[in-house]
């Protein structure tokens, strides 16, 4: 699979279509909508030259608790590499792709931390 978060393809989704992917910011949600949590922004498309959003955020506790857990310090390229991941799912399986702000539960977190081992993707490190 890729090995940038940054700009990657992904897919193929239920239909067939490749998705190309491009980060566009990570910040902390409570400066933008008061949540505790780590915000992730992209921007998708699927060829047609038409752009959607997708902000995948990350719950601050449940962020913290993994990289406890798992023995990691939590950065930003982690916390991009975390959702673009659970991004790839989502395209790839059409799941929530109807929402334009997905927030990871602490499962989905552990499934995108340990791909494979639950189903999600794989990115390369």
Do not use: Y
């Not at 566009?24 to 959607?52: M, N, P, Y």
């Not at 109807?98 to 499962?107: G, W």
């Amino acid at each position: 699979m890729q090995e940038d978060f940054r700009q990657f393809d992904a897919g193929p989704d239920p239909f067939g279509r490749r998705w190309n992917v491009k980060f566009r910011w990570l910040q902390t949600a409570i400066s933008i909508r008061h949540a505790d949590a780590v915000d992730v922004k992209f921007s998708i498309s699927c060829g047609d030259g038409a752009w959607e959003e997708k902000v995948i955020s990350l719950p601050h506790t449940a962020l913290l608790n993994l990289a406890k857990e798992l023995g990691r310090t939590v950065t930003d390229s982690w916390c991009s590499r975390l959702a673009a991941t659970w991004l790839v799912h989502m395209i790839e399986t059409f799941e929530d792709m109807d929402k334009t702000l997905v927030t990871m539960s602490p499962a989905d977190l552990r499934g995108a931390a340990a791909p494979g081992e639950t189903g999600a993707p794989v990115l390369s490190r």
